[in-house]
C-alpha cells in the first residue's frame, strides 16, 4: 500500500489489484527462470498497464526481491529443510 500511495495510486492507473498482478506475472516469470529477476520486458502483453506503471512496479519488485533474496510470494519460495 505505501509503494502505492507514493506513486501516486488510481491517478496513475496503479490500483492494489492492478500491483498484486503485475507482481504475481513477475514471480511466475521468474519462477520459470529458476529464482533469477525477469526482465521488465517479460509483462509485455501478458499484463495490461501504461509502460510507465510498469517500469516503477518492476523497479519495486528488483529491489525488493535483491534485499530478500527470494521470492515474494510464499508459494514461490523454496521450502525450508
Known amino acids: 500500500e505505501d509503494f502505492i500511495k507514493s506513486f501516486g495510486g488510481e491517478k496513475k492507473g496503479l490500483s492494489e489489484a492492478k500491483l498484486e498482478a ?3 506475472r513477475l514471480e511466475k516469470e521468474s519462477f520459470k527462470l529458476q529464482g533469477a529477476i525477469p526482465p521488465v520486458t517479460c509483462l509485455d502483453g501478458k499484463v495490461q498497464g501504461r509502460a ?6 518492476h523497479e519495486h519488485y528488483s529491489k525488493r526481491r535483491a534485499a530478500r ?3 515474494l510470494i ?8
Open 69 to 71: 533474496g527470494k521470492s
Open 22 to 24: 503485475i507482481i504475481d
Open 52 to 57: 510507465a506503471v510498469l517500469a516503477a512496479v
Open 74 to 81: 510464499r508459494r514461490f519460495q523454496q521450502p525450508t529443510p
